[in-house]
């Protein structure tokens, strides 16, 4: 299998998983092939009900909330440069699955770059998320709040899903796309 074909299979795998490819329990989502540069309404509706559940575990009094009140101060700006920056290349891949390239390459490749020159500060802010999330937990099983335990794992599974699947997917986008470029100036000469 050429690299180009292990790309697309690799695009079209993820495409099915975070793109919003319909499931026996879902309507099936447009599918219309226009390429996004938006991070996919379902991450978006993700973080928006983490950040509510810390919000709400900060406001319970005690450990608990001392520590909901930590995610919540490192989480709230993580998940926004997130939402505008890193995962937006991951809006690409159901068109580009589909062989639809994006109206703007180069827009898309620069946001790549840019993540990749940000990726040891994300990955850093993931281990203090996931430090401070060990804290809620452990303050949640001393005060018999179970439903904060598994708040805190939420939390630790978001950072470990960002660091095993979308960034590297974001990675991916960018790696797929710089192929595209070259062999269409290949075939251009």
Request: hydrophobic share 45%; glycine share 6%.
């Amino acid at each position: 299998m050429t690299r180009y074909s292990s790309l697309r299979v690799v695009a079209v795998a993820v495409a099915g998983v975070f793109a919003g490819w319909p499931t026996a329990a879902q309507a099936p989502a447009d599918r219309s092939g226009a390429a996004v540069l938006a991070t996919p309404p379902s991450l978006v509706t993700e973080h928006r009900q983490l950040r509510d559940d810390v919000a709400r575990a900060a406001a319970d009094r005690g450990a608990v909330g001392d520590a909901a009140r930590t995610i919540e101060h490192l989480l709230t700006p993580h998940l926004q440069h997130e939402e505008e920056v890193v995962l937006a290349p991951i809006g690409l891949v159901p068109a580009l699955a589909e062989g639809v390239p994006p109206a703007d390459s180069a827009r898309a490749l620069a946001v790549v770059e840019q993540v990749e020159r940000e990726l040891p500060r994300l990955l850093t802010e993931h281990r203090a998320l996931m430090d401070a999330a060990k804290r809620l937990q452990d303050a949640a099983t001393r005060e018999n709040k179970p439903e904060f335990v598994g708040l805190a794992e939420r939390v630790r599974l978001h950072a470990v899903v960002a660091d095993q699947v979308l960034y590297p997917t974001t990675m991916l986008v960018g790696r797929y796309l710089k192929v595209q470029r070259v062999g269409k100036s290949a075939s251009t000469r």
